[in-house]
Nanobody
Framework: QVQLVESGGGLVQAGGSLRLSCAAS????????MGWYRQAPGKQRELVAG???????KYADSVKDRFTISRDDAKNTVYLQMNSLKPEDTGVYYC?????????WGQGTQVTVSS
């Protein structure tokens, strides 16, 4: 069974930066597309960034030009560099497969952006 472990969240002031990491188990990591999802308080989980096996990327409009997703297949890890953070970026961030996530979700990592 795949395991996903997110880390790197924290409390940051608006305008600040954070880098999230997601370590995934399993030998298929290099052949699947991965993404970062977030769940804001009281809202449904949404996909904010995705990266294909060939490192093609796509972003939600709300994070475009501020977030950068990348992957290191040798380390089975996907990253999310978040710059110019806004209070509305607050939420729990998860990584998972895209476009159809696994049923299993990691514990996520909390990102809180203060104004």
């Amino acid at each position: 069974q795949v395991q996903l472990v997110e880390s790197g969240g924290g409390l940051v002031q608006a305008g600040g930066s954070l880098r999230l990491s997601c370590a995934a188990s399993g030998s298929i990591f290099g052949i699947i597309s991965m993404g970062w999802y977030r769940q804001a308080p009281g809202k449904q989980r949404e996909l904010v960034a995705g990266i294909t096996r060939s490192s093609g990327t796509k972003y939600a409009d709300s994070v475009k030009d501020r977030f950068t997703i990348s992957r290191d297949d040798a380390k089975n890890t996907v990253y999310l560099q978040m710059n110019s953070l806004k209070p509305e970026d607050t939420g729990v961030y998860y990584c998972n497969k895209v476009p159809t996530p696994y049923d299993y979700w990691g514990q996520g990592t909390q990102v809180t952006v203060s104004s």
